[in-house]
């Protein structure tokens, strides 16, 4: 029996990411977004120790809240489970993924825990019993759930997250993503969010229908109109991340736009070369950047 094993979380882009207003009897935003992977991950090692029920997380990069997303994913199983007395657990976590930067790192966390832990106790679990961890612990987590065995993975994301139809990921494309020196909370891009509906500013973006992002994502990057909700008011905001997409454009990106709640901006290009030659642009000019496919 393995007392110890090592996985991989892998970060996520959005493309595209239209938040919909929050209904009142609702307590969450529906979105509809497009996932996909990057090659940026977080490491994780998982060890058994004696006892039971209890998980420690060690980041020494990142020191973490005593309640993270490793620990919820934790209780969530063990919860599944029917409470029963689960092995205790330590985690080292390398934390690679920024952490609030829209990528999903805390999510991707908690997922690779879950497949991690299944492995180390061999056992599987459902698509259900995933869906039932995911609503436990986050709303991202359910999509990466979703990726294969290497970390790599796409999907058309709906609902408050929840409802995820695979597409194939197209390997064609070459990312540049972008650090502005700004943290904003998920609490606070969806407070903004919803004050640019309250302005009527939001109702002027101009959304591809749902039916046609597939489509879209299949196409030539000058052809893709994709638009994300929290863009405009984390600029107006943040001129930081207006200024990281302005720098982008100008080093020949053919699209950009922020990833998730941000403030990870990211940067599309015609080639590799490309992505490389604007990620030397960029550093000269003091930005922090990622080059990834």
């Known amino acids: ?10 970060a996520k882009v959005n493309i595209g990411l239209k938040v919909l207003p ?4 609702e ?7 497009i996932f996909q992977t990057v090659n940026i991950k977080d490491r994780l090692k998982i060890k058994l120790t004696e006892g039971f029920d209890s998980i420690n997380v060690i ?3 990142l020191p973490l809240p005593q309640d993270n997303t490793i620990t919820k994913a934790y209780e969530a199983f063990r919860k599944l489970k029917g409470n029963k007395s689960l092995p205790s657990v330590t985690v080292e976590l390398e934390k690679n993924i920024p952490a609030g930067g829209g990528l999903g790192g805390g999510s991707s966390d908690a997922a690779s825990f879950i497949t991690g832990l299944e492995k180390l106790l061999d056992v599987k679990l459902s ?6 961890i995911a609503s436990e612990v986050g709303s991202d987590v359910f999509f990466f759930f979703h990726t294969d065995e290497k970390g790599k993975g796409c999907a058309l994301v709906t609902g408050r997250g929840e409802k995820i139809e695979e597409i194939e990921r197209r390997n064609d494309l070459h990312f540049l993503l972008v650090f502005p020196p700004v943290h904003s909370s998920t609490k606070e891009a969806y407070s903004l969010v919803d004050r640019h509906y309250e302005s009527g500013e939001a109702g002027k973006i101009i959304f591809p229908d749902i039916k046609v992002l597939e489509k879209m994502y299949r196409s030539p990057l000058k052809c893709w109109r994709f638009v994300n909700s929290f863009t ?5 905001r943040y001129p930081e991340i207006g200024r990281a997409l302005e720098a982008l454009r100008e080093c020949g ?9 941000g403030a990870t901006v990211f940067g599309l290009f015609a080639s590799k070369e490309d992505s490389m030659a604007a990620a030397e642009k960029l550093y000269t000019k003091g930005f922090k950047t990622v080059l990834s496919d």
């Open 253 to 261: 990106a053919l699209f950009s736009d922020m990833s998730g709640s």
């Open 127 to 132: 698509k259900e019993e995933h869906d039932i």
């Open 232 to 236: 405009p008011p984390l600029v107006a």
């Open 27 to 33: 307590a969450y935003h529906n979105i509809e977004s």
């Open 1 to 10: 029996m393995l007392t110890e094993i090592e996985v991989f979380a892998p």
């Open 22 to 25: 929050r209904l009142e009897n």
């Open 59 to 61: 980041s020494e990069a």
